[in-house]
């Protein structure tokens, strides 16, 4: 029986460069796998996972501090499958099971995505090798991000599954009318992966219902079977945190255009691996080889094609990201699908001749991009805030592997939470911060005295958070885990994801002692604006936003969070609290 991702063997030349071609493609995917494992590392931002996810088996909800409810996890699905893995592996493992699932992913991603170009050049009867697969391979982010302890591993399985899905079904004989159901599914499930993959998914959804055979009713089912999953997480997510978006796409003004910036980001991933050099030597690969692909095969292509422009001007639009090149993997992965594997020339022949010259031209810039292309900023570049963050946290953390919190632990986290929880212990009643570089003897921090208890106040949220564990209460000034902080208004465009600190007035004036609105405290804001913005928080919309994230979760609550969430979301307080107290007051 021939497998159904390969072109019938004809001969038995066919069935030896089948293994040839197989021998390839498990050595690209191998390849992933060593990458990814040698630069394996986690972020901070993976910590903000964790600490949900200790939430989540504790019995508190999907919560980075409860019982105020915000969504700091930016992926629902990837936040399930650390969950549970947490919870079927032995100890607290949930970080190396985040740099095992993100290798894993990014392999499964890879070989799909080349089973899938070979599905798609499967009429050209020639065998296929590694093109695209090769480009992810040599560059350096490619490899970083293969695990970080985020989501992109999985973003690479979905993407190159998908495209796997598509163009088997594409090929299958003979059509199958309303099928397949679990195609149609998968690819719904883009927005649990990350949000801004609805538009991915929106795209590919609507080509497979147009090109799908059989009657309209029947693909239309196929639209709700993948529609099922989103739409329900989308209600919860109204219900429960009261908006239509994550909390950190609001804190991170994600509407906001800011297409200079994105710019930047976009060109600090082309420029420095010279990535026109392998895209121009794709179209000229598929030119030259003109594999005789019917019009509906031609046509996913386009479709794919599509998607990635319209992604990545998503992505340019709204500033990028502070991480060199992360936001922008999915659409390079997703544009490499198509060519992740082409088909070998034939020889002799002046067109199939160059088109081997660009497969070797290829090769060379892929050795070239692997060791020697970088940026030009060795980790952070000051005037635009990227970072090479995996460069940054190696160094921070003084090891070449930090995975653990025990690994990244060494700057001082540990100890400084440590006291922080001792204080927490003897019951004090304190506001205290993160100083910016924790040593072992540190001494903690007191920015003022609190309303009760202790609060950490701390700008690496995911670190601080699991460090403190969960029966403190830990703010992040970033507004990422804050429903306060998240809504304030956005001052000029700084450092993409780093531009809302907490105002003083408002952190003192939500978790600060009563006399703080009444007494001058040296080092303190003035007692006026504490007052303020103390009345601001406690009127109007913005007490409505509170109660919609702390109030206990009655069906009456879910309801009203649900018919409020647009105009919440929307919500912005303003920076001074004078003008805070004008306005909801």
């Given at each position: 029986?021939?497998?159904?991702?390969?072109?019938?063997?004809?001969?038995?030349?066919?069935?030896?460069?089948?293994?040839?071609?197989?021998?390839?493609?498990?050595?690209?995917?191998?390849?992933v796998?060593?990458?990814?494992w040698?630069?394996?590392?986690?972020a901070d931002?993976?910590?903000?996972?964790?600490?949900?996810?200790?939430?989540?088996?504790?019995?508190?909800?999907?919560?980075?501090?409860a019982?105020v409810?915000?969504?700091?996890?930016?992926s629902?699905?990837?936040?399930?499958?650390?969950?549970?893995?947490e919870?079927?592996?032995?100890?607290?493992?949930v970080?190396?099971?985040?740099?095992?699932?993100?290798?894993?992913?990014?392999?499964?991603?890879?070989?799909?995505?080349?089973?899938?170009?070979?599905?798609l050049?499967?009429?050209?009867?020639?065998?296929?090798?590694?093109?695209g697969?090769?480009?992810?391979?040599?560059?350096?982010p490619?490899?970083?991000?293969?695990?970080?302890?985020?989501?992109?591993?999985?973003?690479?399985?979905?993407?190159?599954?998908?495209?796997?899905?598509?163009?088997?079904?594409?090929?299958?004989?003979?059509?199958?009318a309303?099928?397949?159901?679990?195609?149609?599914?998968?690819?719904?499930?883009g927005p649990?992966?990350?949000?801004?993959?609805?538009?991915?998914?929106?795209?590919?959804?609507?080509w497979?219902?147009v090109?799908?055979?059989?009657?309209?009713?029947?693909?239309?089912?196929?639209?709700?079977?993948?529609?099922?999953?989103?739409?329900?997480?989308?209600?919860?997510?109204?219900?429960?945190?009261?908006?239509?978006?994550?909390?950190?796409?609001?804190?991170?003004?994600?509407?906001?255009?800011?297409w200079?910036r994105?710019?930047?980001?976009?060109?600090?991933?082309?420029?420095?691996?010279?990535?026109y050099?392998?895209?121009?030597?794709?179209?000229?690969?598929?030119?030259?080889?003109?594999?005789?692909?019917?019009?509906?095969?031609?046509?996913l292509?386009?479709?794919?094609?599509?998607?990635v422009?319209?992604?990545?001007?998503?992505v340019?639009?709204?500033?990028?990201?502070?991480?060199?090149?992360?936001?922008?993997?999915p659409?390079?992965?997703l544009?490499?699908?198509?060519?992740?594997?082409?088909?070998?020339?034939?020889?002799?022949?002046?067109?199939?001749?160059?088109?081997?010259v660009?497969?070797?031209?290829?090769?060379?810039w892929?050795?070239?991009?692997?060791?020697?292309?970088?940026?030009?900023?060795?980790i952070?570049d000051?005037?635009?805030?990227?970072?090479?963050?995996?460069?940054?946290?190696v160094?921070?953390?003084g090891?070449?592997?930090?995975?653990?919190?025990?690994?990244h632990?060494?700057?001082g986290?540990?100890?400084?939470?440590a006291?922080?929880?001792?204080?927490?212990?003897?019951?004090a009643?304190?506001?205290?911060?993160?100083?910016?570089?924790?040593?072992?003897?540190?001494?903690?921090?007191?920015?003022?005295p609190?309303?009760?208890?202790?609060?950490?106040a701390?700008?690496n949220?995911?670190?601080?958070?699991?460090?403190?564990?969960?029966?403190?209460?830990?703010?992040?000034?970033?507004?990422?885990?804050?429903?306060?902080?998240?809504?304030?208004?956005?001052?000029p465009?700084?450092?993409?994801?780093?531009?809302?600190?907490?105002?003083?007035?408002?952190?003192?004036?939500?978790?600060?002692?009563?006399?703080?609105a009444?007494?001058?405290?040296?080092g303190?804001?003035?007692?006026?604006?504490?007052?303020?913005?103390r009345?601001?928080?406690?009127?109007?919309?913005?007490?409505?936003?509170?109660?919609?994230?702390?109030?206990?979760?009655?069906?009456n609550?879910?309801?009203?969070?649900?018919?409020?969430?647009?105009?919440r979301?929307?919500?912005?307080?303003?920076l001074?609290?004078?003008?805070?107290?004008?306005?909801?007051?």
């Open positions: 029986m021939t497998e159904p991702d390969a072109p019938p063997p004809t001969s038995s030349r066919t069935g030896r460069t089948g293994v040839a071609e197989r021998v390839l493609i498990a050595a690209v995917v191998l390849g796998v060593v990458a990814g040698l630069a394996r590392w986690t931002d993976a910590f903000i996972n964790y600490r949900v996810v200790e939430n989540l088996l504790a019995g508190n909800g999907p919560v980075f501090t019982p409810r915000t969504e700091v996890a930016t629902p699905a990837w936040l399930l499958l650390l969950t549970g893995a919870a079927l592996l032995p100890g607290n493992s970080a190396w099971a985040s740099v095992v699932l993100g290798i894993a992913g990014t392999a499964t991603g890879v070989l799909f995505a080349m089973l899938g170009a070979r599905r050049f499967g009429t050209a009867g020639r065998p296929v090798v590694p093109f697969a090769v480009v992810l391979l040599a560059l350096p490619f490899a970083d991000f293969t695990t970080s302890g985020l989501e992109t591993g999985m973003s690479f399985a979905w993407l190159g599954v998908s495209f796997w899905g598509l163009a088997r079904e594409l090929r299958r004989e003979p059509a199958r309303g099928r397949p159901v679990w195609l149609y599914v998968l690819i719904g499930l649990l992966v990350r949000p801004d993959f609805a538009l991915i998914a929106g795209l590919l959804l609507l497979l219902t090109v799908a055979p059989g009657a309209w009713w029947r693909r239309l089912l196929g639209l709700v079977a993948a529609g099922a999953l989103p739409l329900a997480y989308q209600l919860f997510r109204m219900g429960y945190y009261g908006l239509l978006i994550p909390n950190t796409a609001v804190a991170k003004e994600s509407g906001r255009p800011l200079g994105g710019t930047d980001y976009l060109l600090d991933l082309v420029v420095p691996y010279a990535l050099v392998p895209a121009v030597l794709a179209v000229a690969v598929v030119a030259l080889l003109r594999p005789p692909l019917p019009r509906r095969e031609w046509s292509v386009a479709v794919v094609v599509a998607a422009v319209v992604h990545t001007l998503y340019v639009r709204v500033g990028g990201d502070f991480m060199h090149a992360r936001l922008l993997l659409s390079l992965f544009v490499l699908c198509p060519v992740a594997a082409v088909p070998l020339p034939r020889m002799p022949g002046a067109r199939n001749s160059l088109a081997a660009a497969l070797v031209a290829t090769a060379t892929a050795l070239v991009a692997a060791t020697s292309f970088r940026t030009d900023y060795e952070r000051t005037a635009s805030g990227l970072a090479d963050e995996r460069a940054h946290y160094q921070r953390a090891v070449p592997h930090p995975v653990t919190l025990e690994d632990g060494r700057a986290v540990l100890a400084y939470s006291r922080v929880e001792e204080l927490h212990e003897r019951g009643d304190v506001i205290v911060g993160q100083v910016a570089e924790a040593r072992p003897g540190t001494r903690v921090e007191v920015i003022a609190s309303d009760g208890g202790v609060v950490f701390v700008g949220a995911g670190f601080y958070g699991v460090a403190a564990g969960l029966d403190l209460v830990v703010i992040d000034v970033l507004g990422l885990a804050d429903p306060v902080n998240s809504h304030l208004e956005a001052g465009p700084l450092r993409a994801g780093h531009e809302k600190r907490y105002a003083d007035w408002y952190l003192l004036a939500r978790y600060g002692a009563d006399d703080l009444v007494q001058r405290q040296e303190q804001p003035a007692p006026e604006r504490v007052a303020a913005a009345a601001a928080l406690s009127c109007g919309e913005v007490a409505e936003l509170i109660s919609a994230t702390s109030d206990p979760l009655t069906w609550r879910f309801w009203n969070n649900v018919r409020g969430s647009a105009h979301t929307s919500l912005r307080i303003p001074d609290p004078f003008e805070a107290e004008r306005t909801f007051c």
